[in-house]
């Protein structure tokens, strides 16, 4: 049995279920369209996402029709946000597979994540699920903004690390919270509960986007050399920002200049993952990444330990120790 069999066994069933309520919602009449979605289905990873879902459910009562309407909706607007992600990147792959935006170009991608924003609400609508639709909806502008954010302070010269926190909350860290919330609305109405739940998935979540962060300084197996794909976008990251406080006055100008420059050469990011290990910037990150999910952990302790709690902190780590 795998890692991920290992975690949703408290919710297998639901997940297998799931599957079928997923491609229902995504079907289309229009045969084009109905091709992209079943594309999509083809090439989704692993599924977190309603994994937090259902484990948050369960961990809070029994897993009702609104828990496969809050997975519906948030793994819909998700994959919607994914592919309308790949037009503003002009990435040509998603998981190893061709994007959308690679196969049927620009405009057929956007109209494929409008589809599925606009079968994420009719779901919430024709079910009354109004709540859900209000958190998943907050979280989807959220997620917009962060990316804006993030955009607009990428070639500034003095990011804070605030900032850092405020842009990953917003890109990450809130879809996260908005499935441990939805999930466990979906089986109580304890405002406590609910609110704590949020919590939950916020500290995961900020956890979560900060181990991309470090993939990044991550030796390739085949080159021994650090990835660099932010740091060719020039994504000022935690590691980054903590560098250039803890270096020393040269090399943290020459730190902040090879990230506003427009080089991209393996010599340039090279260096920029030599300064960042002397300034520490690695270390400095795994640690505040190892206190959000202590946080995390902390929030979860207060429940009565069950088989869904348990399988919601090995998800944690699973999340935080793969290896891609």
């Not at 050399?225 to 990251?237: C, F, I, S």
Request: hydrophobic letters at 35%.
């Amino acid at each position: 049995m795998g890692k991920i069999a290992h975690i949703s066994a408290p919710v297998q069933l639901e997940m297998d279920t799931f599957k079928a309520h997923l491609r229902e919602s995504m079907r289309s009449e229009q045969k084009l369209m109905d091709i992209v979605m079943n594309y999509i289905l083809k090439t989704k990873g692993k599924q977190l996402r309603p994994l937090f879902v259902f484990l948050s459910a369960k961990m809070h009562g029994e897993i009702s029709d609104k828990s496969f309407t809050a997975a519906t909706l948030i793994e819909l607007l998700h994959t919607a946000t994914l592919v309308h992600d790949d037009v503003v990147d002009d990435s040509f792959e998603r998981r190893g597979f061709f994007s959308i935006k690679a196969l049927w170009r620009s405009k057929l991608a956007v109209l494929a994540g409008d589809y599925l924003l606009a079968q994420g609400l009719l779901i919430s609508l024709k079910t009354k699920n109004y709540d859900l639709l209000e958190t998943v909806s907050y979280a989807v502008k959220e997620m917009s903004e962060g990316e804006l954010l993030q955009y607009q302070t990428a070639r500034q010269k003095n990011i804070t690390e605030e900032k850092y926190y405020e842009i990953i909350r917003k890109k990450t860290a809130t879809l996260i919270s908005a499935c441990t919330q939805c999930g466990t609305m979906s089986t109580t109405q304890d405002e406590k509960t609910i609110q704590k739940m949020y919590d939950f998935g916020l500290n995961a979540g900020m956890a979560f986007q900060i181990r991309d962060d470090l993939f990044d300084f991550q030796p390739d197996t085949s080159t021994g050399k650090p990835k660099g794909n932010d740091l060719k976008e020039k994504k000022v990251t935690l590691p980054i920002i903590y560098s250039i406080r803890n270096l020393e006055a040269g090399k943290s100008k020459k730190l902040r200049s090879l990230m506003q420059s427009k080089s991209t050469s393996k010599e340039d990011i090279n260096l920029v993952f030599e300064l960042v290990k002397k300034g520490g910037g690695l270390e400095y990150s795994q640690r505040i990444m190892e206190e959000y999910i202590q946080k995390s952990l902390n929030i979860l302790a207060e429940f009565p330990e069950s088989e869904a709690s348990k399988s919601l902190e090995q998800l944690i780590h699973y999340v935080i120790d793969r290896k891609k």
